[in-house]
């Protein structure tokens, strides 16, 4: 009619003759809200354009076996029944660090890697990745007759391990001893390098 306004009627929710599909006159897919926004089944499984997962910066693609999923180059280090998974990142220093707080090693005694082909490999980041098994120096045993000193009378022999020449000279010192001697003999001691294994010594004032 003439004048009088045309009403749209707004469609209600309710009306089950609507639907969501294509919107013809835009031209962009419809949404299907019944498919999942899971990719490849991993909720977090966002990328970037190169296939890379934003977060994993760590990884570079292109490196190889060198790196592994996670990021980084790791060996596996095995001391008796315990084994660790030791990263070689860093510098010779900080491997040394991560192998001794791995293994809980907190004395002074020196360790070295063995490879399976019995090869001593030194620490540092561009060592073979691989198993390695962690050994101790075993230190140096002596034996230490200790006197009575008034009467200069044996009185018991003690055994100790040395590992470095500063565990020698702590050991000097807390005896009062300028150095060790052999007991059979009259050679004089200056250094943890001259003694002998399963050898009897006397202190040296």
Sequence with gaps: MDGEVERVLEPS???????????????????????????????????????????????????????????????????????????????????????????????????????EDHIIRSLDREMPLGNYKLHLDEGLAVKVCLYDESDHIPVHTEEKIFYTEDDYREYLVLRGYAGLREIDGYRNIDSMDDLQTNTIYRGVS
């Design 13 to 115: 929710f309710e009306d089950t003759s609507i639907t969501f599909g294509p919107l013809e006159a835009s031209g962009r897919p419809a949404l299907n809200i019944e498919q999942g926004l899971d990719y490849d089944g991993h909720p977090l499984a966002i990328t970037t354009a190169s296939g890379v997962p934003p977060w994993n910066w760590r990884e570079t693609p292109g490196n190889g076996g060198d790196c592994l999923p996670y990021g980084g180059r790791v060996i596996t280090v095995k001391y008796g029944d315990y084994t660790q998974r030791i990263g070689i990142d860093g510098t010779t220093e900080a491997i040394r660090e991560a192998i001794k707080s791995a293994f809980r090693l907190r004395t002074k005694r020196a360790f070295w890697l063995e490879d």
